[in-house]
């Protein structure tokens, strides 16, 4: 399955990643953010399964969010492609697709 691209936002001003949404740099508080594409490999450092959704998200249900730790050295929370299999905090996950903004994560290899 092809890697996607993870997209986040960089402080034109300083260089700060942020995973967002957010106006001003946590950094320099500079109005200076802008979206940018990373690469979607990483490290799976947390997840839960919703088993009951919100209204617009029961169709989805069961699924587990995730926080991961990307490579490009920043932290974004996103979804795992399946809640099947085990997975540990520490393994190696890459991102496969965007939904409505939201990065999609499997278990590398």
């Known amino acids: ?12 001003r300083c260089g700060t990643l ?14 200076a953010m802008e979206p940018r594409e990373v690469d979607g490999a990483g490290k799976l450092l947390s997840w839960t399964i919703i088993r009951r959704a919100p209204a617009r998200l029961r169709a989805l249900q069961p699924y587990a ?5 990307l490579d490009a050295g ?4 996103g979804r795992l492609q399946s809640i099947e299999g085990s ?4 393994a190696r996950v890459r991102c496969v697709a965007r939904e409505s903004d939201v990065a999609i994560f ?4």
């Open 74 to 77: 920043v932290r974004v929370t």
């Open 65 to 69: 969010v995730c926080v991961v730790d």
């Open 18 to 31: 942020d995973a967002g949404p957010r106006l001003l740099c946590p950094k320099c508080h500079a109005a």
């Open 87 to 90: 997975f540990t905090p520490g």
């Open 1 to 12: 399955m092809p890697e996607a691209r993870v997209q986040i936002l960089r402080c034109g």
């Open 106 to 109: 499997t278990a590398e290899g």
